[in-house]
């Protein structure tokens, strides 16, 4: 029996990619320590690499009695904390169970895949719309304490910005609302740069907006600016 993955291709429609990848288990496994080793580590290539193995238990084809026997190996070559490979997993589970939401709203690997491991808490004490609006708004630190809380921050807690359904926040007050009746394609694209100008001015950046002339050319020039964006950061730290 084959099965696919194609661990430098999860950028969008995770979860298709998951469910077409064609690979030995042996490549799928090799595959996952690799970008674990790796320089450029994709949290979400690995968890939905591990979730497959667990799901259609293909850690037997490798040789392990279960899960945790595969993670404990897998660990130990990596050279990896245990504890961060079974959060990898939860994230992979989360993930796939929450797929159709997460690709609604726009969920993307910028949007820090480690909060996944902490939306199940967070929909178990808060209204579903406020807790994807804070998995995109919050960053990890802020979207852990918030589930982990039942639902609830201290003002000091509060992010800076965020977003309710179609409107924007800053520091608690109202600063732009969307049209209800815009086009979801639309109303993403907006939402999306929304998100990229609070993020700059959340740490005191800027944003610069540029045209591209479609997808293939957007999958072409992200990676080379977030290479950019790691030299610049780094010539200045």
């Known amino acids: 029996m084959r099965y696919t993955i194609h661990m430098n291709t999860l950028k969008t429609k995770l979860l298709s990619l998951y469910d077409t990848w064609e690979v030995e288990p042996e490549k799928l ?11 450029g580590l994709s949290i979400l290539s690995i968890a939905l690499g591990l979730a497959k193995i667990k799901r259609e238990k293909l850690f037997t084809a490798l040789g392990f009695k279960n899960i945790t026997a595969y993670i404990e190996d897998l660990a130990k070559s990596t050279k990896n904390d245990r504890g961060n490979i079974f959060s990898w997993l939860k994230i992979g589970e989360t993930y796939i169970k929450y797929h159709d939401d997460l690709e609604k709203i726009g969920f993307t690997e910028g949007d820090s895949p480690s909060k996944l491991a902490y939306l199940e808490k967070a929909l178990a004490h808060a ?111």
């Open 29 to 39: 496994d090799r595959d996952i320590r690799d970008t674990i080793r790796g320089v």
């Open 127 to 237: 209204p579903k719309e406020e807790v994807y609006d804070k998995l995109l708004t919050m960053t990890y630190r802020k979207f852990k304490a918030f589930a982990k809380s039942g639902g609830q921050l201290n003002k000091e807690e509060e992010p800076l910005w965020e977003i309710r359904g179609n409107i924007l926040y800053i520091k608690g007050q109202r600063a732009i609302i969307l049209k209800k009746d815009l086009e979801e394609q639309v109303n993403n694209m907006l939402l999306g740069a929304i998100r990229a100008a609070c993020r700059a001015l959340e740490k005191k950046g800027v944003i610069a907006v540029v045209h591209l002339k479609n997808q293939r050319d957007m999958r072409l020039f992200i990676p080379r600016a977030r290479k950019l964006r790691a030299r610049i950061e780094a010539d200045f730290t």
